[in-house]
């Protein structure tokens, strides 16, 4: 037991390296990510700290090149769901009972581990396997991961810290159980610091987990589960599954221990799971803490007073950074008509410049979507635009897939604000653009606030500040996370706590307080030191 009230590492955020051309940073991650590419994985599950294989391998291919082999992962059924879930709960109580200190000390370990021996290792897996150039495998497997890592440490021991006054004779304190039971995380392809975290910020305040990657993020996720075993982490605290997504859902949220979930994925499959959870409340211990993040349709609204350079590149960068699969990314424009022409020659003059290839050559900008699916939704909505009366495809529009699944930088503009490009969530590489006439500001800042059923992310580019206070306060609701002059990406853990509302998700707010608090379950405590020993009040005489 501590003897001591410890004050944990005062949490910064991870630099970014800038992997200049020519610099030691960039060879070394280069040479990490040919190394890698060149070698045959293996991958299995972890439960209960082993490894664990079975009879079904599947391949695992880059979505740059489908064709390559990276070698396979193990494909598990409800039996090691069932084994994973019976070794969280078998592994419950010594990890309830260890010191929040000893907790700690875990994460820090993997944040520096990450920092130093795991960079390369982690950042060139989330560009072999998730396709993301050397900026935003930086920016997200690396930093914001050690972000989440740090700062949550930092966010338990203030939240362990909020303790109620106390009257005279009376001590009240304030103690913050883990739920009782186990955990779900279920986790997408996108963001290496997303999988990273759902899990352990559940475990950093002392619950057990099992965790379903997105089959998508499976090299990245192993390297996730090695960093932790060599911080520390004892076995069966994580507890890592590759399963089918229906059936494990519907395995573990029937299970009367079930006790939380922490999802980021799509909308349908959310609500679908919690129906599920719905549907089974009268069989659970607790009342499972639901926490979703599930996508976006998200928003740039441009003043006629905005600065054309920065709506243009905030939106080549808003819209088209890791081929638009951010749930944040920027998806449709409202653009004035005084601004358009300058604003679509600013574009242009950017996207000329922009390099579409695999991640291995540092100078791409764009690389590939993650799958034939995505491929293929995006080919739809470009192969329609060019077709419909009420769309034009004025830049980009090419896809490729004869090698890996490539598809080019598409801006569609379009004269009607429901057109389905608009309004329909795409995850790939496409911007859509609606040109409002200047005097119609105000109703087209309603425009932007019915137009979509999402409310994650969004902006306002102007000069104006007046037309900034008018957007803001218009658009109150059509967003979790609100830029002004800049685009809508790029959360900081630590600084913009991340999370949208309506059909985004339920706002609880990665890389805050908040999130943590989903995951505990407060005790109130009450000692008096001094008990009274009769019943009557002095109102009674």
């Not at 991650?29 to 599947?58: F, H, Q």
């Not at 590149?313 to 008509?337: D, H, M, N, W």
């Amino acid at each position: 037991m501590s003897k001591a009230l410890s004050q944990v590492p005062f949490a910064v955020n991870e630099p970014v390296r800038t992997y200049e051309p020519g610099s030691a940073e960039v060879k070394s991650l280069i040479a990490t990510y040919k190394k890698m590419w060149a070698e045959k994985v293996e991958i299995p599950m972890i439960i209960n700290g082993k490894e664990v294989k079975s009879d079904e391998k599947i391949a695992i291919s880059s979505p740059q090149d489908h064709q390559h082999d990276l070698g396979f992962y193990y494909k598990g059924n409800m039996q090691h769901v069932d084994e994973a879930i019976n070794t969280a709960l078998a592994a419950k109580e010594k990890w309830n009972n260890l010191a929040w200190e000893q907790r700690a000390s875990i994460f820090l370990k993997a944040a520096d581990l990450i920092a130093g021996p795991y960079r390369d290792q982690l950042n060139a897996a989330t560009m072999i396997g998730q396709s993301k150039n050397v900026h935003q495998a930086e920016i997200d497997a690396a930093c914001e991961f050690i972000d989440f890592l740090r700062y949550n440490v930092e966010f338990m021991t203030e939240i362990y810290a909020e303790q109620p006054v106390s009257d005279a004779g009376i001590w009240n304190r304030s103690e913050y159980r883990p739920l009782e039971g186990f955990c779900f995380a279920v986790t997408p392809f996108n963001f290496t610091a997303i999988a990273g975290n759902l899990p352990t910020c559940m475990a950093m305040m002392g619950n057990v987990v099992v965790w379903k990657p997105s089959d998508k993020q499976v090299l990245s996720a192993k390297i996730i589960m090695d960093i932790l075993t060599e911080a520390g982490l004892p076995a069966g605290v994580i507890n890592m599954v590759f399963t089918d997504g229906k059936e494990t859902a519907e395995k573990v949220l029937a299970h009367p221990d079930f006790a939380g979930l922490h999802f980021t994925g799509s909308t349908k499959v959310f609500q679908g799971m919690w129906k599920m959870i719905g549907d089974n409340i009268h069989q659970y211990r607790t009342y499972p803490r639901i926490v979703g993040e599930t996508g976006g349709k998200d928003f740039v609204m441009v003043h006629p007073s905005a600065n054309v350079d920065a709506v243009a590149t905030g939106l080549v960068r808003g819209a088209f950074e890791y081929q638009g699969q951010k749930c944040s990314a920027a998806s449709r424009a409202y653009i004035p008509k005084s601004l358009w022409d300058d604003v679509k020659n600013a574009m242009e003059a950017q996207l000329k410049t922009v390099k579409m290839g695999s991640p291995e050559d540092p100078s791409n900008f764009i690389n590939a979507v993650i799958d034939k699916n995505s491929f293929e939704k995006c080919k739809g909505y470009i192969e329609r635009a060019e077709k419909s009366a009420e769309a034009q495809v004025i830049f980009g529009g090419k896809c490729d897939d004869s090698k890996g699944w490539f598809v080019q930088p598409t801006v569609i503009e379009t004269t009607n604000p429901k057109y389905e490009s608009v309004t329909e969530e795409i995850f790939g590489p496409i911007l859509s653009v609606f040109v409002y006439e200047d005097q119609d500001w105000k109703e087209t800042l309603k425009l932007v606030d019915e137009t979509s059923p999402y409310s994650l992310t969004g902006s306002i580019f102007a000069q104006d500040r007046y037309a900034i206070d008018e957007a803001y306060k218009a658009l109150e609701n059509a967003s979790g996370n609100f830029y002004i002059n800049d685009k809508p990406t790029g959360a900081v853990v630590g600084q913009q706590p991340f999370g949208g509302a309506r059909a985004s998700g339920t706002n609880d707010k990665a890389g805050s307080k908040m999130n943590l608090l989903r995951w505990v379950s407060v005790r109130s405590i009450k000692e008096t030191f001094v008990s009274p020993k009769d019943y009557k009040y002095p109102y009674l005489g």
